[in-house]
C-alpha cells in the first residue's frame, strides 16, 4: 500500500499552500483519509479528516475556517488547502488511511505516508 503527500514547502506568513494525499494498493475500503502533523519532539496532532462515505470533514480548532480538506473517492485522494498560513503551522505533514471491510464496517489496517514538510516564516 502506498500513502503519498506532495506539495509541502517554504511560504510567507499569510500565504497559502496545497498539499495532495493520494493512496492506492489497499484491498480494503476507504474510511477515512486525515492529516496530522508534528513539530520535532511534539506529539503528531490531528488537522483536518474526511470520511469518505459521508463525505463529513472534522478540523482542528487551529485551523478551522483556514483550512480545508477534500476528497475524490475515485482517485482515493485527498487535499489540504492551506490559506493564512501561519509560523506555527510550520510541521511535517503525514497523511493517513483508515481502511474498513466493506460492507461490514469492520476496522482494517491504518497507512501513513512519509511527510511533507511545511515551513512558514515571518
Known amino acids: 500500500v502506498r500513502v503519498v503527500e506532495s506539495g509541502g514547502g517554504l511560504v510567507q506568513a499569510g500565504g497559502s499552500l496545497r498539499l495532495s494525499c493520494q493512496a492506492s494498493?489497499?484491498?480494503?475500503?476507504?474510511?477515512?483519509m486525515a492529516w496530522y502533523r508534528q513539530v520535532l519532539k511534539k506529539q503528531r496532532e490531528l488537522v483536518a479528516s474526511?470520511?469518505?462515505?459521508?463525505?463529513?470533514?472534522e478540523y482542528a480548532d487551529s485551523v478551522k475556517d483556514r483550512f480545508t480538506i477534500n476528497k475524490e473517492n475515485a482517485k482515493n485522494t485527498i487535499t489540504l488547502e492551506m490559506n493564512s498560513l501561519q509560523p506555527e503551522d510550520t510541521a511535517v505533514y503525514y497523511c493517513?488511511?483508515?481502511?474498513?471491510?466493506?460492507?461490514?464496517?469492520?476496522?482494517?489496517?491504518?497507512?501513513w505516508g512519509q511527510g511533507t514538510q511545511v515551513t512558514v516564516s515571518y
Open positions: 493517513k488511511l483508515e481502511t474498513e471491510v466493506e460492507g461490514f464496517g469492520t476496522r482494517g489496517p491504518v497507512y
Open positions: 494498493g489497499s484491498h480494503f475500503a476507504t474510511a477515512t
Open positions: 474526511v470520511r469518505f462515505a459521508r463525505g463529513t470533514a
